[in-house]
């Protein structure tokens, strides 16, 4: 469960995230959408503990990030729209280094491990060197490192970038079937597609603030027009004008 | 999930760290034996030249009776004592960089590691990186001045522990600055604290190396009193709270067999080191989240925002700045090469970690420079005068070669995965090297040519050679900027953004080798041909010696900057 309250974050004179609260109950699939510099990426950074907030507070599983920010994000995830891996280690070696940064028993890691990597296909690519993979492939292995010590929340920031077609779907199989069983899912992305498809909620962001939250029904409810792309438009050109 | 089992965080972090440091090393090994060899042979090739050099020199000193002793043991005071100052200030820069502008720190602080745990393994990493080149080249001074002094075998076990011990306080205290910095200051602010601290360094300098007044009378009958002013200067190093001074103190003890003595030095630095390392390994990790923060959380405005006039929004952002402005002054040049060059500038000027290189280098001239006002008025043998300028033409090119191939040789590199903007416009790969060749060494020749003029003028040369000593130079930077470009072009490595890095690849050791093998070759070769110098050579082997500078100049410039083109033109990112 993710509760952000009155969060505010601001770079010198620039508020990136103006006052939002939202909350994201347990086993929820929720899409944060948003034009570029809406503040999306700033609101992870600061739920994953990457910075501090300016004013209000975010809670992991009832965990303040800033209190106990240790607790806190051993419950959680986060895979970055590029994401940092060792790149003179093997895939097989990243998922035992993260795994053991857990705290998981060397026989979790690697039965978690092979499950995540036959579903990602990334069999062949296990004893190779992780500097010599494709983009995508790279962040597969993120993903697969996020997704071994089944956090209870997954925080992901653009995750379809780089993905082919077939890996995009099984993640957003796996997504789903995580969020079934009780993980809190938190996406930011560009792809419309995706929070139609995927998403219990919808959240859209516009100049730092919370233009809208529903589900895709509740949304569409609120506009003339059906789709979710003319939903977006006029949420966040109407606010531009 | 076993909730009750401790992590071991620093065994798994040192773990992943050694195992991608190995594999670097045996890539390096495997895919150039030539470059390896090089290394090899530099390491080794140093530490027997600079050994055998020190301890002819410590050999030399010891056998004044009296002086000879004093003399080095103050000698011994001074080397550690600016080695903690060099070592602060390289702890300060890596731990910047290494804390705040790393990968790896923020993807560590994504995971449940402990800020304190992400801290403590960057400074100890910071602190690896800092010290080990330091260390290094004062080994062999201290090797000799232990065999001059026929110290015990069990010296030369002391003196790691010793050294080992002192390394962790400019460390720590580095980590502690570099956490100030980044809280307090902005890279602007930065940048003029920087300035006012190198210009307060010069002048204090300059106030402090004032020459003291001797007299041949003083010298034969006050000898004692002379050698005792002209230490004056270097007491500083004998300040018992200096860090240093209980390492120089230990050390020496040692040496002399008062072993109590070295006990208790070693027991101060001990506790010192106990009570800073213990204080950052557990109590500095907040400050460093906080530090962090404040560096992620840093807006173009803030407290400095009225230095950056013509920024804003819409139309007002379009507005030229001064950089725009002053290029226009140079309408004769291609539009497109004065973009090239102003966005050069700007990249400089905005990256904190070079700009913080080049003032420590350019303090270093400054210093070196006054220095030779006072040298030279002790200078009375034409012999010396001449190998002091010759001596000097060698310094200044050296730094030349250290300034292009730490700041140009990376130049196409750090284009990077940026290099298709300027590789798909229209003026092309080539333009955009001689571009940047003809930049470069517009800027290196005018910084040379004046250190040049300059330090000539210290050493009252005559006018004929100071224009001699800064044709030289000129021709020089060509040459060595060429070098510099088209070595770049050659070995270019797009992978890496830290030009530091860069430079450690074999193209960057390739470029610094010849740089330096170049100078020293037609350093020795003016300085045999030159007309005034060491007797003077006839006009025949004057001339005879600029032809073959010359030709020198030309195929070593000219060589590689033709293989850069090349390359360039079939370059593949």
Redesign the interface.
Known sequence: MIEIEGLTKCFGDLTAVDNISLTVPKGEFFVILGPNAAGKTTTIKVMSGLMKATSGRVRICGIDTEANPLEARKRMAYVPDFPFLYDKLTPTEFFRFTGQLFGMEEAAIQCEAEVLAERFSLGEFLSKSIEGLSHGTKQRVAIVSALMHAPEVFVLDEPMVGLDPHHARVLKDILRERADEGMTVFVSTHQLSVAEEMADRIGIMNHGKLAAVGSHEELQATNRDNKLESIFLSLTQNADG | ???S?P???WR?LA??NR??NW??LK?AVSQSRLHAFLMGLFVVGYAWLAFGLFHKGLQFTSSFPGLGPVLIERMMFLLFAFLFLLLLLSNVIINFTNLFRN??T??L???????KVVYRWKIFESGILASWAFLFLIAPLVIAYGTTHNAPWHFYLVTPVFVALFVVLPGVLGSWAALGLARWLDRLAFQIAAMLVVVLVIVSISSWLQPETVTDEMLETRVLDVVDRLLARTRFSLFPYLPSFWVSSGLTLWVEGAVMGTFFFGLVLLSHTLFFGYIAATKSGGLF??S??AV???????AW?FWKRGSGAGQAAFQPKLLDRLAKWFWWGRADSRALIVKDIRTFWRDTTQWGQSLILLGLLVAYIMNLRYFSHRLTSDFWIDLTSYLNLGACALNLATLTTRFVFPQISLEGKRVWIVGMAPLGMRRVLLTKFLFSTAVSMTVTMILVGTSCTMLSVSIDRIIYFTVTVGVMSFTLNALAVGLGAVYPNFREENPSKIVSGFGGTLCLVLSFLYIVGMVTLMAMTSRWAFGGSSTMAFWAGWVLFLGVSFLLGWLPLRAGIRRMATLEV
């Not at chain 2, 602080?109 to 800020?115: E, G, I």
């Not at chain 2, 992620?296 to 803030?302: A, D, F, K």
Request: proline letters at 8%.
């Open positions: 999930m076993d909730e089992r992590i071991p965080y798994l773990g992943v195992t991608q594999r670097r890539l990968r790896e923020h993807f602080l994504t995971l449940p590691v402990p800020h989240f906080a962090l923060s992620n959380s840093r807006g173009g405005g803030g925002g």
